[in-house]
T-cell receptor, first 114, second 113 residues
Framework: EDKVVQSPLSLVVHEGDTVTLNCSYE??????LLWYKQEKKAPTFLFML????IEKKSGRLSSILDKKELFSILNITATQTGDSAVYLC??????????????FGTGTRLTIIP | NAGVTQTPKFQVLKTGQSMTLQCAQD?????MYWYRQDPGMGLRLIYY???????DKGEVPNGYNVSRLNKREFSLRLESAAPSQTSVYFC????????????FGPGTRLTVT
């Protein structure tokens, strides 16, 4: 059975700190690893990773994938209170074009204290 | 451009009652999805529709039915609600070419007593 495991489950840090969120996976038909941010309601897309060792970056957020060790990390530098959210990791399976599905982890709840 | 809309936002049902959750998107997306989110369980896929006229089961389809009414609308029906279906339900859609970037609706919080 496919699994996506995120750690830690929750994290509380002070504004300005750097955090690293972890996602490990055991999946069949792996195609990509995705990160989403969920603030109050709907998740919003952050990154898609398909190749090992290639960092994706957006402002203070960055992410990298290790396909050999089956994990990904999401880094946030110089954290701000607006970074407080649940961060979801998901893997994408594809059996044929147009039938892609996402399997989500349980998420890491990040709280930034001013 | 409203994105993905869901109705209702909140609903309380008694065990055995039925209801339909509505979802619509105005982004001309091919694929649509229904998820449920429970504490400690993450988002779990209930059903999805890769295109108008097709639907497929996800991870937790039991107790639900879906209808892809047209390209814009994808509804989720609970025929006989059970307390185990108390959850937050999210609808999402994506473009075929950027399938990984799913756009989520605001969610429906359902309580079954």
């Amino acid at each position: 059975e496919d699994k996506v495991v995120q750690s830690p489950l929750s994290l509380v840090v002070h504004e300005g700190d750097t955090v690293t969120l972890n996602c490990s996976y055991e999946v069949t038909n792996f195609r990509s690893l995705l990160w989403y941010k969920q603030e109050k309601k709907a998740p919003t897309f952050l990154f898609m990773l398909t190749s090992s060792g290639i960092e994706k970056k957006s402002g203070r957020l960055s992410s990298i994938l290790d396909k050999k060790e089956l994990f990904s990390i999401l880094n946030i530098t110089a954290t701000q209170t607006g970074d407080s959210a649940v961060y979801l990791c998901a893997h994408e399976q594809s059996f044929n074009f147009g039938n892609e599905k996402l399997t989500f982890g349980t998420g890491t709840r990040l709280t930034i204290i001013p | 451009n409203a994105g993905v809309t869901q109705t209702p936002k909140f609903q309380v049902l008694k065990t055995g009652q039925s209801m339909t959750l509505q979802c619509a998107q105005d982004m001309n997306h091919n694929s649509m999805y229904w998820y449920r989110q429970d504490p400690g369980m993450g988002l779990r896929l209930i059903y999805y529709s890769a295109s108008e006229g097709t639907t497929d089961k996800g991870e937790v389809p039991n107790g639900y039915n879906v209808s892809r009414l047209n390209k814009r609308e994808f509804s989720l029906r609970l025929e006989s609600a059970a307390p185990s279906q108390t959850s937050v339900y999210f609808c999402a859609s994506s473009n075929r070419d950027t399938y990984y970037e799913q756009y989520f609706g605001p969610g429906t919080r359902l309580t079954v007593t």
